[in-house]
């Protein structure tokens, strides 16, 4: 899994109050990340894109329609709403709209994106300097690369500031990201390929889509994938796979600087959901998760299942993580952000929509705790919300080799057929599933005898101020995510992470997605009720994983074994969840509904 954009920043001041001028400041930066170092004022005309966040209405009502299209007893399961008639549920006051619209284009601006309950600023630095009554600045990073952000205070004029939550994409300062690649240690038969895939979870190797079925991956920091690695990959693991069509590539995605992560994402969500239209969408700028949401709630065109492979603590949005500037732009404080990440969440899964996302790769301590010196664990997020679908990792044991390999398969590993699943372990994997119980959600209604039934089971549990037991508990499920397969850089590489497990279950929802749309013309949208229902009712649905822990991290397993977390147990755990799919049990009950 990898840590998405963030904003660290050494010391942070920040301001809310009103300025002589009639403005509010939002937001003061007196220092900028180490590894950046601040140049020259940027030109005058360098292009400047960011969001104003407007404040929501009836956000109980679009709560409450949500849980009714996803809920699979509800009478209005997968009646899902149009853009239209949920960004009319949560529009803001139409005096903030107007009053925020205006004050832009007397600044200005030119192009106004209206996004319902924001609205997007598409403009250049002289314009933004005006409008924000601040100052943008070339930065260089020491890798090379450079980007304009905003430097000291920026304000919006008081009387409007009431009416704005937040403004995003200025402030922000993407991170140098860490080597994908895991060491995977010595074994028989633990590499994965499509065939392990197909053999262990049963998903067909011909299969005939719906042709409404698509399914895309999210990517973040400029990762971009090249389309002949993609063919390349197809090749060498004996693969169909369809190539992207222009219009569902996303973004400025750049084939020549193709990064690992993207890479591994869109081979994979389209090897395990064949047939499915494949979709890339690259996040530009920097607004994390916010963004995001924002952008792809409104986009004309969307893929039905989405896969996210990124993901920081859920404590640390504000400080270290990725939202830090947006944080501090809105006054809030990282369970404030995370709230209003949650609320967009809901409005793409009102859309239909299946969010899915890794768990992480640093068990229940977290990456912000690598080495488990802290008394407490770290949840994260967006695999802690519940209103997506977190994926954690498993590993082979005792695997049987592939009896046909493809050619992907002639390099030092060993590609399996199949074999026992366990959580990914240190030892083998070196890095732990992310899992365990958010501190801003509390446990929803969908999981709450699943969540009660492992805590009440006797396993042994990390001191009970270590986590929050009322909170929501992940992963939900499990998928592959040691020594995978993929092509990139030139040749067959082993990668490792839940950011392998993410895009493999993304692609086995595609293929229900498949069912559902053949028979009733309709996604299956929102998936967690349905998941912990189908578990409930038809248990041979999932292979439940019940060896191993999330105790160590990427970094090891604390000084003398002290890194705490969770053990594997029978039914749901927040290791691997529910457990990993088992294809025909799960179309059969999907084919049912």
Not at 47 to 52: L, Q
Not at 430 to 459: C, D, I, M, R, W
Not at 525 to 543: E, R
């Amino acid at each position: 899994m990898k840590i998405a954009i963030a904003a660290i920043m050494a010391i942070m001041a920040v301001a809310v109050v009103a300025s002589p001028s009639g403005r509010r400041v939002l937001y003061s930066r007196d220092s900028h990340p180490a590894d950046w170092k601040q140049g020259e004022r940027a030109s005058a005309d360098h292009p400047v894109r960011f969001i104003v966040a407007l404040k929501q209405q009836n956000l109980n009502i679009l709560e409450d329609a949500f849980w009714a299209v996803s809920s699979p007893d509800s009478p209005r399961y997968r009646q899902f709403l149009t853009t239209e008639e949920i960004t009319n549920l949560v529009r803001p006051k139409p005096e903030a709209i107007a009053g925020v619209r205006t004050w832009l284009t007397q600044a200005g601006v030119k192009e106004i994106v209206d996004m319902g309950d924001a609205l997007e600023a598409v403009t250049t630095v002289s314009v933004a300097e005006i409008a924000l009554n601040t100052q943008f600045f070339m930065f260089h990073h020491q890798s090379g690369n450079k980007v304009v952000r905003q430097f000291g205070e920026y304000s919006v004029p008081v009387g409007l500031s009431e009416h704005i939550d937040l403004v995003a994409g200025i402030s922000e300062f993407p991170i140098v990201r860490e080597n994908p690649f895991k060491k995977i240690a010595a074994g028989d038969a633990t590499a994965v390929v499509p065939q392990t895939i197909q053999n262990s979870y049963g998903t067909p190797s011909n299969h005939t889509a719906d042709p409404q079925s698509s399914t895309g991956v999210i990517e973040f920091e400029g990762q971009s994938f090249a389309p002949s690695d993609l063919q390349n990959f197809a090749t060498q693991t004996l693969t169909p796979i369809k190539a992207l069509s222009s219009d569902h590539i996303v973004g400025p995605n750049s084939p020549g600087s193709a990064g690992v992560e993207a890479t591994l994402d869109i081979q994979y969500i389209a090897a395990v959901g064949r047939g499915d239209t494949n979709w890339f969408w690259l996040e530009g700028g920097t607004a994390w998760l916010y963004g995001f949401s924002t952008h792809f709630f409104n986009a004309a065109s969307t893929p039905l299942v989405v896969s996210i492979s990124y993901g920081w603590s859920e404590a640390a949005q504000c400080q270290q993580g990725i939202g830090g500037a947006e944080c501090s732009q809105l006054g809030v404080n990282s369970q404030q952000y995370v709230e209003r990440v949650n609320t967009e969440f809901q409005k793409i899964g009102l859309k239909g929509v299946s969010l899915i996302a890794a768990s992480g790769d640093s068990g229940a301590n977290g990456r912000t705790d690598g080495l488990c010196t802290e008394s407490h664990l770290n949840p994260t997020f967006p695999a802690a919300s519940p209103y997506i679908t977190a994926v954690g990792a498993t590993e082979i044991h005792d695997g049987t080799p592939l009896s046909n390999p493809p050619p992907a398969c002639s390099g030092a590993s060993t590609c399996a057929s199949k074999g026992t699943e366990a959580a990914v372990s240190y030892s083998q994997s070196h890095f732990a599933s992310g899992g365990g119980f958010s501190n801003v959600a509390s446990t929803p209604s969908y999981q709450k005898e699943a969540v009660s039934s492992y805590l009440s089971s006797g396993v042994t549990l990390p001191p009970s101020s270590y986590y929050n037991s009322t909170g929501r508990g992940y992963p939900d499920v499990a998928a592959f995510g040691s020594n995978v397969q993929i092509y990139a850089q030139g040749s067959i590489q082993g990668v490792g992470g839940t950011s392998c497990s993410a895009p493999i279950f993304g692609g086995v929802v595609g293929l229900l997605n498949d069912i559902s749309l053949s028979k009733s013309g309709k996604p299956l949208g929102f998936l967690n009720p349905l998941l912990y229902k189908m578990h409930s009712d038809k248990p041979g649905a999932f292979t439940d994983v019940t060896i191993g822990d999330n105790h160590c991290t990427e970094e090891g397993c604390g000084f003398g074994g002290s890194c705490k977390g969770f053990k594997c147990a029978a039914g749901w755990d927040p290791v691997t969840g529910l457990g990993t799919p088992v294809y025909s049990a799960m179309a059969e009950y999907v084919s049912n509904l």
